[in-house]
């Protein structure tokens, strides 16, 4: 079965430092990743999915297949950069399956 | 439209009692998911729907609980003799899936419902 791990609960950057937001994942097949963004009080949201290969408030994200990981990055983080970043892997046509991994809490200190 | 919402937002109830709870998707939207989300975790997926057919039920989801999408529009996630393992915030998700296509992996989330149990 498909597993998502996100290693840091907890993610403490400046402003203006670069941010990395780690998420493995385990499946042998070809996934679709996601990364989902809930910003305090507001609801999950899609940041970005890796088949868009897109840019999103300056967040990217790069499906390495090889490490089986879909990290999150960004070079310079800003104090609205603060939220919870989920990690998400789906395996079906239809996204049905989506599984998110445990989350990560990211601040960015003035 | 104002995105997909839930009601009730918070429900605390003693443990043996009947939940229902309600979650109005976004009106064009023909799929309908549910997730369970606990303390320091990432949602769970429980079941979901396209239209009036729930087509995938976790094993997460047990025989006390059931969903149902009537009329392919609302959905209701009831639990029936609740415990307190299943406090929790249970989050209600819709999408477009184009027919024969792939879904874009964008699932629209309501605020979900918080449920404590006593």
């Known amino acids: 079965a498909q597993r998502v791990t996100q290693p840091e609960k907890l993610l403490s950057v400046f402003k203006g430092a670069p941010v990395e937001l780690k998420c493995n994942y385990s499946y042998s097949g070809s996934p679709e990743l996601f990364w989902y963004v809930q910003y305090s009080r507001q609801r999950l949201q899609l940041l970005l999915r890796h088949i868009s290969r897109e840019s999103i408030k300056g967040f990217t994200a790069d499906l390495n297949k090889g490490e089986t990981s879909f990290h999150l990055k960004k070079p310079f983080a800003q104090e609205e950069d603060s939220a919870m970043y989920y990690c998400?892997?789906?395996?079906?046509?239809?996204?049905?399956?989506?599984?998110f991994g445990a989350g990560t809490r990211l601040t960015v200190k003035p | 439209d104002t995105g997909v919402s839930q009601d009730p937002r918070h429900k605390i109830t003693k443990r043996g009692q009947n939940v229902t709870f309600r979650c109005d998707p976004i009106s064009e939207h023909n799929r309908l998911y549910w997730y369970r989300q606990t303390l320091g975790q990432g949602p769970e997926f429980l079941t979901y729907?396209?239209?009036?057919?729930?087509?995938?039920k976790s094993r997460l989801l047990s025989d006390r609980f059931s969903a149902e999408r009537p009329k392919g529009s609302f959905s209701t996630l009831e639990i029936q003799r609740t415990e307190q393992g299943d406090s929790a915030m249970y989050l209600c998700?819709?999408?477009?899936?184009?027919?024969?296509?792939?879904?874009?992996?964008?699932?629209?989330f309501g605020e979900g419902s918080r449920l404590t149990v006593l």
């Open positions: 998700a819709s999408s477009y899936s184009v027919p024969g296509g792939r879904n874009t992996g964008e699932l629209f």
């Open positions: 998400a892997l789906s395996t079906r046509t239809y996204n049905n399956d989506m599984r």
């Open positions: 729907f396209q239209n009036e057919a729930q087509l995938e």
